[in-house]
Antibody, heavy 117, light 107 residues
Framework: QVQLVESGGGVVQPGGSLKLSCAAS????????IHWVRQAPGKGLEWVAFIRYDGTYTYYRDSVKGRFTISRDNSKNTLYLQMNNLRPEDTSVYYCAKEGRGYHDFWGQGTLVTVSS | EIVMTQSPATLSGSPGERATLSCRAS??????LAWYQQKPGQAPRLLIY???TRATAFPARFSGSGSGTEFTLTISSLQSEDFAVYYC?????????FGQGTKVEIK
């Protein structure tokens, strides 16, 4: 069965960096685009970034452009999100989500990132 | 950016009642509309895609309709396990955008 397992969350000071990982199994990882979606505590869902199945295209929401970088290693079935210059408003649970045909057909359980001094 | 607006913010219903959730897009998204269900402490789950195709994990009491800018999620007879937050999302344009959610709670 499809599994997505996020890791790498934690507490970081404003201006700091963190790298999230998402380990995938149960499907052919190299055939599918993957998204990052986040959810601030008690709030709704917010799409963050997407990477095409082969890594050749990426898309970001405006508020993270230039600060976050999505990447993937298809040999390791792993997705990454490098987050630099973090802000308090980036505090969220970060989910990786497999792309169906535009929609997110499977989600991981999420990893919490807290940006606080 | 396409703005997705859901109504109502909260829907109070009793088991067995019909529930109707609405989602409106600020511009046409064709049928590129998905619905997700999220329960407390859990990740969202895909419920509907293509505006009206139900994901295999969900029973037939869930149905989706609409196209363009107006969409509806209907739960024909609320069951205890349906009390959750429901989000719509458009995947017609970048950036992908979600509605703010409708919480379905027990009356």
């Amino acid at each position: 069965q499809v599994q997505l397992v996020e890791s790498g969350g934690g507490v970081v000071q404003p201006g700091g960096s963190l790298k999230l990982s998402c380990a995938a199994s149960g499907f052919t990882f190299s055939n599918h685009g993957i998204h990052w979606v986040r959810q601030a505590p008690g709030k709704g869902l917010e799409w963050v970034a997407f990477i095409r199945y082969d890594g050749t295209y990426t898309y970001y929401r405006d508020s993270v452009k230039g600060r976050f970088t999505i990447s993937r290693d298809n040999s390791k079935n792993t997705l990454y999100l490098q987050m630099n210059n973090l802000r308090p408003e980036d505090t969220s649970v970060y989910y990786c989500a497999k792309e169906g045909r535009g929609y997110h057909d499977f989600w991981g359980q999420g990893t919490l990132v807290t940006v606080s001094s | 950016e396409i703005v997705m607006t859901q109504s109502p913010a909260t829907l109070s219903g009793s088991p067995g009642e019909r529930a109707t959730l609405s989602c409106r897009a600020s511009q046409s998204v064709s049928s590129n509309l998905a619905w997700y269900q999220q329960k407390p402490g859990q990740a969202p789950r895909l419920l509907i895609y293509g505006a009206s195709t139900r994901a295999t994990a969900f029973p037939a009491r869930f149905s989706g309709s609409g196209s363009g800018t107006e969409f509806t999620l209907t739960i024909s007879s609320l069951q205890s396990e349906d009390f959750a937050v429901y989000y719509c999302q458009q995947y017609n344009n970048w950036p992908r955008t979600f509605g703010q959610g409708t919480k379905v709670e027990i009356k």
